[in-house]
């Protein structure tokens, strides 16, 4: 039952598993999150600033969900390579950052994107 991280440039890379449940890490993408049906399915992109990926998720995001922040989210892919999030992780304030998406954002200019 140990579910691993990958960051969304491994999971372009094709580095997580097909079949299995990761945990991805990154960057919500500033504009990218949308609510189709105008119910709890929502979509949004995730970057590590080198590659994104589509995350869906339906249900209740954490209160300090936002654009341009760090999240982890638990999921499983699809076939067309999108991330279907089970749970979606917020960091709980403006410190504080999990430590797999830190590693991830090492040396990453935001500006750029």
Known sequence: NVMFYYSTTDVVQ???PKNHPFRIGGMVVKGSVKRP?????????LTDNAE???????GILPDLFREGQ???????L??????????VLAKHDENYMAPE?????KNVDFDKK
């Open 37 to 45: 049906d105008k119910g709890v399915l929502v979509e949004f992109d």
């Open 14 to 16: 094709g580095k997580a």
């Open 70 to 76: 760090g999240i982890i989210a638990n999921g499983k």
């Open 78 to 87: 699809d076939e067309n390579g999108n991330v279907i999030a089970t749970e």
């Open 101 to 105: 998406v830190k590693e991830t954002m």
């Open 52 to 58: 994104v990926v589509k995350v869906h998720y339906e």
